[in-house]
């Protein structure tokens, strides 16, 4: 598997996941229709009604209260709203970074550097376990952005909360870590998270596990791609130019 269909199988899954939020977007459209309708409606005296207290207090809260600004469980509230956002952060990075690894160009930078060989000895028995890396880093992801919601919510007014999970889902835990894990640093930053994703492998194990075995199963494990002799001759070629 080439280097952009790496990526490309990377964000796809990762946009499969996203589209959990359409939900809350078809979430978001109902409750700015029914701010516009109540609003707009006039009472029988020709004066512009009030919204109604119903409406009111699912603006205000989705039918439940908010924790009081600022105090200990507010502060809780935004404490785990962070962690979701961070960890989802490093999970959506890591899924693209580690995946779109060219581990052949690894294999071969180590044989001649000695930095290099010290780096593909932490990265690569963790990627050699493609799916059920793989697994782990979505199921990770999946809860803590399934989490996310449930704690804004806490914290501000529906419709706003709606608005700040998808802008928290899709700047700063996707597109922002997915630009920097996958740039010039990559190998870098894979070195350093490669440990703690292993980890994490072994953490989630009883779940994620099973499905990389079955993923294993139906779609064949990833080995390293190696050029056969037509594509080392056309490779020379190429160098010598």
């Known amino acids: 598997m080439t280097r952009i269909n790496k990526l490309a199988l990377a964000g796809g899954l ?4 996203k589209m959990l ?3 809350r977007l078809v979430r978001g459209a109902q409750l700015l229709m029914e701010v516009h309708k109540d609003h707009g409606h006039v009472d029988d005296s020709g004066s512009v009604g009030d919204i109604s207290h119903g409406t009111h207090d699912q603006s205000h809260g989705g039918g439940h209260a908010l924790d009081p600004a600022f105090s200990g469980a507010w502060w809780f509230d935004a ?15 890591l899924t693209v970074g580690l995946i779109g690894l060219d581990k052949l160009t690894l294999e071969i930078n180590a044989t ?48 706003l909360a709606i608005s700040i999970c998808v802008f928290l889902e899709l700047i700063a835990g996707e597109l922002i870590p997915m630009a920097v894990c996958s740039g010039p640093k990559q190998v870098q930053i894979a070195e350093i998270c490669a440990p703690g994703v292993n980890l994490l492998m072994w953490l989630t194990s009883p779940v994620s596990w099973p499905i990389g075995q079955v993923l294993d ?4 494990e990833h080995t390293v791609d190696r050029f056969n002799n037509a594509e080392l001759k056309a490779l020379i070629m190429l160098h010598s130019e």
Do not use: Q
């Open 112 to 159: 001649t550097d000695p930095v290099a060989k010290k780096r593909a000895d932490i990265i690569l028995p963790v990627t050699s376990k493609h799916h059920w890396m793989l697994v782990t880093l979505m199921f990770i992801n999946a809860i803590v952005m399934e989490t996310l919601p449930i704690y804004v919510d806490k914290m501000v007014p529906e419709l």
């Open 217 to 220: 199963k139906l779609l064949g």
């Open 21 to 23: 939020m359409f939900p």
């Open 14 to 17: 990762i946009l499969f996941n």
């Open 79 to 93: 404490f785990v709203a962070i962690f979701c956002t961070v960890t989802s952060a490093f999970m959506s990075g």
